[in-house]
Each structure stands twice: as structure tokens, then as C-alpha cells.
């Protein structure tokens, strides 16, 4: 039967992670992320949340284990806590190992205790800097109070918080020993991220990026890195900091293909599924979602898109500093 077998690529990865966006929406700017007069998509053209419940439902019939929610922002989504208990029945019946998010904090102290409540069990926080103007001139907006806030709330409420950091040139350099403290000082994991080449904001992408593999030698500078095998089933390659115990993951789209082991693939707010950040093939799912009550149809394209899962992305900054892709970030999430 089609619904209950596994999904496996032409490469033989399998798929057991889905990174399922609610909004393309955000309440920052960040100029690595999109340009400050960012038009987003109509509401009405968003799945509702009960077909993305009914959609996340039919990947977890298919061997999907873990799920994340991303936006945008997916805490500015209306009624995505009820979406988030809902889907934790599959956490009941042992079918998810894990129900996770990717937030930028703004709206975590509020959302905190119900997070735990429904089963979520870490989260992702993506905080860049901790300098508070520097944060307003990184995602054009003065949240970062409420980061923190909503960093001491995670935490009171029991989630394990990871921080993701975009590595940016001029930036990063000078902040990264506060940032590794900061984060292993209070027991979360800090994750750097090369920035890729995902649509158009307004600045030269040139300008931005920052090979991890400089950066690591800079950390090396200071601290004792130890690498080690430990995964959290995402793409991150991470080190142990002999001196504080903690871990540093990166993340390197640009510098170092990870895509041989990739289990992932992504949908968007309207449905569309993204085998590959990094190429533009998509399988719009919304039609066959909304075409029928059985889901024969909607499984049947699942099947066609994971059977052109590319074997990698070709993620590249060209000389111009033009993005690679015209989508930007927001639209999945990362």
C-alpha cells in the first residue's frame, strides 16, 4: 500500500525529516534573510492548518520521525499552537520521535510553557549578535529584549535551546568567543550557519559571507575543539569545546556539501514541496490535497518528487553578488 511505505530517494537516502513551513511572514528584517519592504504572500493562498495537519500526518505514514515547524516566523502564525497539539498525537502513539521549531525569539516568552505542554522537547532560537544595536541593525527592528526574554523563558519552561547563528563577515569575527560563552555558559548548543545565496535583499551577498572554515580557525585560536560523530538529524557537523563541555555545530551549504546524507525535505506555506534548499524543483501538493479526501493522489506526487530528489545542491555567491535563487528564506525556513 502506498501510504505506509517508506520514502527513499534514487540515491537511497531515506526521508525521515520534514521542515514544514506556516508563514512566510516575520517580524524582523534581517538583511541576510530579506530586503526591508518584503512583500509576502496573501493569506488565503497559505494551506489552512488543518491540511497541514493532514499533510505532516501523511509523511509521518510514510517513515517521517521528526518534524519541524519554520516560517518565516512560525509564532506569528494564528493558531499554530493549536497545529502543534495537534500533531503531537503522533508523539502519543510513538509514530515522531520529535515535534521541534525554529523561532527568532520574539514571540517565545509567551509561547514557552505551551510549547513544553504539547511535547515539544528543543527548539531552535537564532539570535546573531548579542550586542542589542547591533541585533537592530541586523534585522532592522528592536527585539532583542524580548530574544532574551524569551531565551530565560525556553529554558524555565524545561526546552533545550540551540542558537543558530548566520556567520557574517565583520561581524561574526568579533563576537564569536562572546557568543560560544554566552551560549555554553546557560547549556545550549550554538550552531553557526554559512549565509546562502537564497533571493534578493538589497546587498551584495559578497559582502556577507563568511567561510566556516575561517571562522573555525579563529575559534581554534582560543579554544580547544574536539570533533565528534554526535548528529541531531540535520545537516550540522559538530564539535565539542574541550574547555566548557558544550557543542558548536556548522553548518556549511557553501563551503562543504553535506548533501550525502541528506534525509530532508522541506514544504512551504502553499503547499509546494522543496526536495533541495538549493534547487528550484517543486511538486505543488496543495492541488492534490485539496482534490480529494484520499490522500492516493497527494501520495502519489510525494512519490514523484522524492523520485527527482536531486543528489546535491549547487548553492554558489557569483561575482555580482546575485543570489543563486530567486525564493528567499523565508518561504521554507531554511
Same mark, same amino acid.
Not at 493558531?79 to 508523539?91: A, W
Not at 551584495?204 to 565528534?228: C, F, S
Not at 556549511?252 to 546524507?261: A, K, N
Not at 528550484?280 to 493522489?297: P, Q, Y
Given at each position: 500500500?502506498?501510504?505506509?511505505?517508506?520514502?527513499?530517494? /534514487?540515491?537511497?537516502?531515506?526521508?525521515? !525529516?520534514?521542515?514544514?513551513?506556516?508563514?512566510?511572514?516575520?517580524?524582523?528584517?534581517?538583511? !541576510?534573510?530579506?530586503?526591508?519592504?518584503?512583500?509576502?504572500?496573501?493569506?488565503?493562498?497559505?494551506?489552512?492548518?488543518?491540511?497541514?495537519?493532514?499533510?505532516?500526518?501523511?509523511?509521518?505514514?510514510?517513515?517521517?520521525?521528526?518534524?519541524?515547524?519554520?516560517?518565516?516566523?512560525?509564532?506569528?502564525?494564528? @493558531?499554530?499552537?493549536?497545529?502543534?497539539?495537534?500533531?503531537?498525537?503522533?508523539?502519543?502513539?510513538? $509514530? /515522531?520521535?520529535?515535534?521541534?521549531?525554529?523561532?527568532?525569539?520574539? =514571540?517565545?516568552?509567551?509561547?514557552?510553557? =505551551?510549547? +513544553?505542554?504539547? @511535547?515539544?522537547?528543543? %527548539?531552535?532560537?537564532?539570535?546573531?549578535?548579542?550586542?542589542?544595536?547591533?541585533?537592530?541593525?541586523?534585522?532592522?527592528?528592536?527585539?532583542?529584549? +524580548?530574544?532574551?526574554?524569551?531565551?530565560?523563558? *525556553? =529554558?524555565?519552561?524545561?526546552?533545550?535551546?540551540?542558537?543558530? *547563528?548566520? +556567520? /557574517?563577515?565583520? %561581524?561574526?569575527?568579533?563576537?564569536?568567543?562572546?557568543?560560544?560563552?554566552?551560549?555554553?555558559?546557560?547549556?545550549?548548543?550554538?550552531?553557526?550557519?554559512?549565509?546562502?545565496?537564497?533571493?534578493?535583499?538589497?546587498?551584495?551577498?559578497?559582502?556577507? !559571507?563568511?567561510?566556516?572554515?575561517?571562522? $573555525?580557525?579563529?575559534?581554534?585560536?582560543?579554544? &580547544?575543539?574536539?570533533?565528534?560523530?554526535?548528529?541531531?538529524?540535520?545537516?550540522?557537523? !559538530?564539535?565539542?569545546?574541550?574547555?566548557? @563541555?558544550?557543542?558548536?555545530?556548522?553548518?556549511?551549504?557553501?563551503?562543504?556539501?553535506?548533501?550525502?546524507?541528506?534525509?530532508?525535505?522541506?514544504?512551504?506555506?502553499?503547499?509546494?514541496?522543496? &526536495?533541495?534548499?538549493?534547487?528550484?524543483?517543486? &511538486?505543488?501538493? #496543495?492541488?492534490?490535497?485539496?482534490?480529494?479526501?484520499?490522500?492516493?493522489?497527494?501520495?502519489?506526487?510525494?512519490?514523484?518528487?522524492?523520485?527527482?530528489?536531486?543528489?546535491?545542491?549547487?548553492?554558489?555567491?557569483?561575482? &555580482?553578488? *546575485?543570489?543563486?535563487?530567486? #525564493?528567499?528564506?523565508?518561504?521554507?525556513?531554511?
Amino acid at each position: 500500500m502506498r501510504g505506509s511505505c517508506p520514502l527513499t530517494d /534514487l540515491f537511497g537516502r531515506r526521508i525521515t !525529516y520534514l521542515r514544514l513551513s506556516v508563514t512566510d511572514r516575520c517580524d524582523l528584517r534581517c538583511v !541576510y534573510c530579506m530586503p526591508e519592504s518584503m512583500a509576502f504572500l496573501p493569506r488565503r493562498d497559505l494551506l489552512t492548518l488543518e491540511e497541514m495537519d493532514r499533510l505532516a500526518s501523511a509523511f509521518v505514514t510514510r517513515g517521517v520521525s521528526k518534524i519541524r515547524i519554520t516560517g518565516g516566523e512560525p509564532l506569528v502564525r494564528k @493558531g499554530v499552537m493549536g497545529l502543534l497539539e495537534s500533531l503531537s498525537r503522533h508523539l502519543a502513539s510513538g $509514530r /515522531l520521535k520529535e515535534l521541534t521549531l525554529t523561532t527568532n525569539g520574539t =514571540q517565545l516568552a509567551r509561547h514557552a510553557e =505551551q510549547l +513544553a505542554r504539547v @511535547g515539544v522537547r528543543r %527548539i531552535n532560537v537564532s539570535l546573531d549578535t548579542l550586542d542589542a544595536d547591533r541585533f537592530r541593525a541586523i534585522t532592522r527592528r528592536d527585539e532583542f529584549h +524580548a530574544v532574551m526574554d524569551g531565551l530565560l523563558a *525556553a =529554558q524555565k519552561a524545561g526546552l533545550a535551546v540551540k542558537l543558530n *547563528a548566520v +556567520a /557574517l563577515k565583520g %561581524i561574526t569575527e568579533g563576537e564569536i568567543h562572546e557568543l560560544i560563552a554566552f551560549a555554553h555558559g546557560r547549556g545550549m548548543d550554538l550552531t553557526l550557519i554559512e549565509t546562502m545565496p537564497l533571493g534578493d535583499v538589497g546587498a551584495d551577498r559578497t559582502d556577507q !559571507y563568511l567561510p566556516l572554515g575561517d571562522l $573555525r580557525r579563529l575559534i581554534e585560536a582560543r579554544w &580547544t575543539l574536539v570533533d565528534t560523530p554526535e548528529r541531531t538529524g540535520g545537516p550540522a557537523r !559538530y564539535v565539542r569545546v574541550a574547555e566548557t @563541555g558544550g557543542r558548536i555545530g556548522f553548518i556549511t551549504p557553501m563551503s562543504h556539501s553535506f548533501c550525502e546524507s541528506c534525509n530532508r525535505v522541506r514544504v512551504s506555506a502553499t503547499g509546494v514541496l522543496y &526536495t533541495c534548499l538549493g534547487q528550484e524543483d517543486k &511538486t505543488d501538493l #496543495r492541488a492534490a490535497l485539496r482534490g480529494s479526501e484520499s490522500d492516493e493522489a497527494f501520495h502519489a506526487a510525494i512519490d514523484e518528487a522524492i523520485g527527482a530528489k536531486p543528489r546535491g545542491h549547487d548553492f554558489r555567491i557569483d561575482r &555580482t553578488g *546575485a543570489p543563486k535563487l530567486a #525564493r528567499h528564506m523565508s518561504t521554507l525556513g531554511g
